[in-house]
């Protein structure tokens, strides 16, 4: 999967993320996609290392995206664990 397919992949798992928690966090489309890459290497990360699973290479592969989701998150709840839940 090139770089393109990380950037997708990143910006619908950011998206999905921010869906399923919904507040008004800072960011718009490049935070959410930035959210979601880095949530695809968590994720991808966290599944190989603690469910000896690693994940494929594959763009439609769901656990991939499964992984990803997670991944993003982990990292949105770290980030409104940081910097609070909404903007002031």
């Known amino acids: ?23 008004r ?12 890459v880095a949530g695809a290497f968590v994720g991808g990360w966290l599944s190989a290392r603690f469910l000896d699973r690693p994940v494929q290479n594959h763009f439609f592969d769901l656990y991939t995206w499964g992984a990803a989701i997670a991944g993003s998150l982990v990292l ?11 903007r002031d």
Do not use: C, E, Q
């Open 1 to 23: 999967m090139g770089i393109i397919g990380w950037i997708v992949l990143g910006l619908f798992a950011g998206g999905i993320a921010k869906i399923l928690l919904p507040g």
């Open 76 to 86: 949105l709840v770290g980030y409104r664990v940081l910097f609070g839940n909404s």
């Open 25 to 36: 966090d800072p960011g718009g489309l490049i935070g959410t996609t930035l959210i979601g």
